[in-house]
């Protein structure tokens, strides 16, 4: 049974300021919320909307998760995924938004893995990784993509994520050779250009680089309908994410084109 919820609020300042849906972020705000069971057990959770990307403000998650904390005092946890679907199809969680709801959902599901002794994936019954990678992240100018490719590549990352999209197209294709240059082969390189492209501009810069090592590239175009035509005319494989909200897993058949579907749960 839940015995308690404490929430946390945090704030945390970037080095440098961070682009993300065209939004210019200078820290990352959100919660974590710590449940606590009658037998002892924790669960962590975190509930940070992501500005330009979730449809509410970190206000109204405060408030969401106040009022439900008061409310879910005494609540019993089944411990086996049927039966934590139905409890997360209770109506006391109908009118949640994303952030919340997956805050909770980690945090209650994180407890039941606590209890058993395993991982969460084990509790969901999912597939996992052994050695999931962190991409680390590169904006910024030439110089700067590359000496902060070189310092991570140091840190032992062998994934990186690069931002491109800007209308100059030569620049953004100077930066995926800096890039590729320093990290060298054996590493990956995923591309975001977050809907930045017509599908003429997409083509001219898949034409003027180097496919090797790269694992994907991510929203290229401005317009969804282009998808098809762009995948037959680039070697790289296409990553769809902003594109997916609202999302029907009912509809991802339908991604023929598409060989990676980026999720950000806190939003979905």
Not at 18 to 28: G, Q, S, T, Y
Not at 100 to 115: P, S
Not at 175 to 185: L, P, R
Request: with cysteine; aromatic share 10%.
């Amino acid at each position: 049974n839940i015995s308690a919820i404490q929430i946390f609020q945090y704030c945390l300042p970037f080095r440098q300021p961070f682009v993300i849906a065209r939004r210019e972020l200078a820290c990352r705000e959100g919660l974590i919320i710590e449940l606590k069971t009658d037998e002892g057990y924790t669960g962590f959770g975190e509930i940070a909307p992501l500005p330009g990307l979730s449809s509410e403000f970190l206000k109204e998650s405060i408030y969401q998760i106040r009022a439900l904390r008061t409310q879910l005092g005494g609540f019993f946890i089944p411990e086996n995924l049927e039966g934590l679907k139905q409890f997360f199809l209770m109506k006391l969680f109908d009118a949640l938004v994303p952030s919340v709801r997956f805050g909770l959902e980690m945090a209650v599901v994180h407890a039941v893995a606590q209890k058993k002794n395993c991982t969460i994936a084990e509790i969901i019954g999912c597939a996992h990784p052994g050695d999931l990678q962190t991409a680390g992240l590169l904006q910024g100018t030439i110089d700067e993509v590359a000496s902060r490719a070189q310092w991570l590549a140091q840190q032992g990352y062998k994934v990186f994520k690069l931002k491109v999209g800007s209308k100059n197209i030569p620049l953004d294709v100077k930066k995926v050779e800096a890039v590729q240059s320093t990290i060298g082969f054996g590493s990956l390189l995923r591309l975001d250009v977050n809907r930045g492209w017509s599908l003429n501009e997409a083509i001219a810069f898949d034409k003027n680089i180097d496919p090797n090592g790269i694992e994907f590239i991510e929203e290229p175009l401005n317009d969804l309908n282009d998808l098809r035509r762009f995948a037959q005319a680039t070697h790289l494989p296409i990553a769809l994410d902003e594109s997916l909200f609202p999302f029907n897993p009912q509809h991802a058949v339908s991604f023929e084109d598409v060989k990676f579907l980026v999720f950000k749960p806190m939003v979905m």
